[in-house]
């Protein structure tokens, strides 16, 4: 310190210090309700591969492009979608066997330099990206999709089938071994963002639950806008549609509509297509390579979406009632957001066959009106979610 700093120092009274503390403190304030785009932003994710999570990246990128998005793993493709924006590290090299490398994602994320930003939004559905640290000066937002399935809601699931195939035995060894640990790391990490924003009701109550933390509500971005004006000819039969995976329970419909004869189309596929044509009679039939074009066109001419997974929040359905397609949904999770009875859809309570073959046989399409459907869908939109998120966000600078 210089000879003029000691001086200046040594003339400041209490009064002066307060004063220059309440000046810190008002430019503080300044900064925090500045526009959003004048902050220096970073974005954070687990994994950038394909998926609805990446889709909320790709809208925070559109609402911050010149931010950069730190990421443990991106695709060639996505990087490119991304404008160069992404950055990795030595984890980008293992390729797929990302996949096994929990312990290794943790360090990486945990060891981030992002203490030089305004603001910092992760967006996590494993949990790595929220472990983060940032300065006192950050302000740290989490969108969270899901506390991790596998430490927490769905862990008895992945013990069951971990979804590893041949290395599923390893899998489920090490799960039960290293979830009491990870646990704690995941509620610990869970505490480190100044706010949390989750992506459904659903989501939200499994924040308090498992990580004791409130947090507000921004629907994910859908591009209904794309499905609205595909052309509905006549609607028919029944639509099950996206990855084949177990957790999706998609068998409850394709037993549900053997049993009852009614026609539905199975579209995609996944570990579970052979388990599922097993079970199929003759009324379903499977797309396994199914198009954009033709999965809109299932969307847009179906008499309902059949949805039988507990699903985070659920897409899928969200689109289909883009084309005023209403949802007959299991009365759980993210449906709840979006399925209102007699007017988007309906419910069956239980996730057996009989009690989707009960909302089957009782379900009347001749209720719901498609203009009424879409309508409802628009609420969750692209420019929903960029208003909501910037609301969101301006309260918490507020």
Same mark, same amino acid.
């Given at each position: 310190?210089?000879?003029?700093?000691?001086?200046?120092?040594?003339?400041?009274?209490?009064?002066?210090?307060?004063?220059?503390?309440?000046?810190?403190?008002?430019?503080?304030?300044?900064?925090?309700?500045?526009?959003?785009?004048?902050?220096?932003?970073?974005?954070?994710?687990?994994?950038?591969?394909?998926?609805?999570?990446?889709?909320?990246?790709?809208?925070?990128?559109?609402?911050?492009?010149?931010?950069?998005i730190y990421t443990s793993y991106c695709t060639d493709?996505?990087?490119?979608?991304?404008?160069?924006?992404?950055?990795?590290?030595?984890?980008?090299?293992?390729?797929?066997?990302?996949?096994?490398?929990?312990?290794?994602?943790?360090?990486?994320?945990?060891?981030?330099?992002?203490?030089?930003?305004?603001?910092?939004?992760?967006?996590?559905?494993?949990?790595?990206?929220?472990?983060?640290?940032?300065?006192?000066?950050?302000?740290?937002?989490?969108?969270?999709?899901?506390?991790?399935?596998?430490?927490?809601?769905?862990?008895?699931?992945?013990?069951?089938?971990?979804?590893?195939?041949?290395?599923?035995?390893?899998?489920?060894?090490?799960?039960?071994?290293?979830?009491?640990?990870?646990?704690?790391?995941?509620?610990?990490?869970?505490?480190?963002?100044?706010?949390?924003?989750?992506?459904?009701?659903?989501?939200?109550?499994?924040?308090?639950?498992?990580?004791?933390?409130?947090?507000?509500?921004?629907?994910?971005?859908?591009?209904? $806008?794309?499905?609205?004006? /595909? @052309?509905?000819?006549?609607?028919?039969?029944?639509?099950? +549609?996206?990855?084949? =995976? &177990?957790? !999706?329970?998609?068998?409850?419909?394709?037993?549900?509509?053997?049993?009852?004869?009614?026609?539905?189309?199975?579209?995609?596929?996944?570990?579970?297509?052979?388990?599922?044509?097993?079970?199929?009679?003759?009324?379903?039939?499977?797309?396994?390579?199914?198009?954009?074009?033709?999965?809109?066109?299932?969307?847009?001419?179906?008499?309902?979406?059949?949805?039988?997974?507990?699903?985070?929040?659920?897409?899928?359905?969200?689109? $289909?009632?883009?084309?005023? /397609? @209403?949802?007959?949904?299991?009365?759980?999770?993210?449906? +709840?957001?979006?399925? =209102? &009875?007699? !007017?988007?859809?309906?419910?069956?309570?239980?996730?057996?066959?009989?009690?989707?073959?009960?909302?089957?046989?009782?379900?009347?399409?001749?209720?719901?009106?498609?203009?009424?459907?879409?309508?409802?869908?628009?609420?969750?939109?692209?420019?929903?979610?960029?208003?909501?998120?910037?609301?969101?966000?301006?309260?918490?600078?507020?």
């Amino acid at each position: 310190m210089s000879r003029i700093d000691d001086t200046v120092n040594e003339r400041q009274t209490p009064a002066d210090t307060a004063v220059r503390q309440e000046g810190q403190q008002v430019a503080s304030s300044a900064r925090k309700q500045a526009d959003l785009a004048h902050l220096k932003v970073a974005i954070v994710h687990d994994w950038l591969i394909s998926g609805g999570a990446e889709k909320v990246v790709k809208e925070l990128h559109h609402m911050f492009p010149d931010a950069p998005i730190y990421t443990s793993y991106c695709t060639d493709e996505l990087r490119e979608a991304f404008d160069n924006k992404v950055v990795t590290g030595w984890l980008q090299h293992f390729g797929k066997l990302r996949k096994f490398l929990v312990i290794p994602r943790i360090w990486w994320f945990s060891r981030l330099k992002l203490d030089d930003y305004d603001l910092v939004i992760s967006s996590s559905g494993n949990g790595e990206a929220f472990g983060i640290k940032t300065g006192p000066n950050t302000l740290h937002i989490n969108y969270c999709h899901t506390p991790t399935h596998y430490y927490w809601r769905h862990y008895d699931l992945y013990i069951k089938q971990p979804g590893f195939g041949v290395f599923n035995p390893i899998v489920r060894l090490a799960l039960k071994i290293l979830v009491g640990p990870l646990r704690k790391w995941d509620f610990k990490a869970a505490q480190r963002a100044d706010v949390m924003i989750a992506n459904s009701t659903h989501i939200q109550s499994d924040i308090k639950t498992y990580y004791g933390r409130d947090s507000v509500v921004v629907f994910p971005p859908i591009d209904v $806008a794309s499905f609205q004006d /595909t @052309p509905s000819t006549s609607r028919s039969g029944f639509l099950v +549609l996206g990855r084949q =995976v &177990p957790q !999706k329970r998609q068998e409850l419909a394709v037993q549900a509509c053997t049993e009852l004869n009614l026609p539905l189309v199975v579209a995609g596929n996944g570990p579970e297509n052979a388990h599922l044509q097993k079970l199929a009679g003759p009324s379903v039939t499977f797309d396994t390579n199914v198009s954009d074009e033709a999965r809109d066109n299932y969307m847009a001419n179906t008499t309902a979406f059949i949805f039988t997974g507990e699903d985070d929040f659920g897409i899928t359905p969200v689109e $289909a009632m883009a084309t005023g /397609t @209403p949802v007959i949904a299991y009365k759980a999770g993210g449906a +709840l957001d979006y399925v =209102v &009875p007699g !007017k988007t859809g309906e419910f069956f309570t239980e996730q057996t066959v009989e009690s989707l073959k009960t909302a089957l046989q009782t379900f009347d399409p001749s209720k719901y009106n498609s203009n009424d459907i879409k309508t409802v869908a628009q609420q969750f939109s692209v420019v929903e979610f960029h208003n909501n998120m910037r609301t969101a966000l301006k309260n918490v600078l507020q």
